[in-house]
């Protein structure tokens, strides 16, 4: 999903409480799909298999540099540390 409103328009045309539903929460799943990374493979000839680790080694690096700090940080045994999670950004 790319273009939000091409799925609001697709979605406002039925009046069903689910439409209304995916119509509140297309904001949020506009926000989801803004920050996902996305690439085309071919199930027939493995075309852009090399675009699809490139993908998940990015996200692997964006993970483990930006999440997992903060993550290790909130664990139980790490709230002794609460304002270098703060100073991280970790915690708003």
């Known amino acids: 999903m790319e273009d939000f409103e091409a799925f609001q328009a697709a979605v406002s045309t039925d009046s069903s409480y689910s439409s209304t539903l995916a119509q509140s929460l297309s904001l949020v799943l506009d ?3 803004k920050n996902l990374r996305s690439v085309g493979v071919s ?5 852009g298999m090399k675009d699809f680790f490139k993908a998940i080694e990015a996200s692997v690096e964006e993970y483990m540099g930006n999440y997992k700090y903060c993550l290790n940080l ?3 045994p790490f709230f002794t540390l609460y304002y270098s999670a703060t100073e991280w950004g970790c915690l708003g």
């Open 31 to 33: 926000e989801f799909y």
């Open 43 to 47: 199930a027939v000839s493995g075309a």
């Open 74 to 76: 909130m664990n139980p």
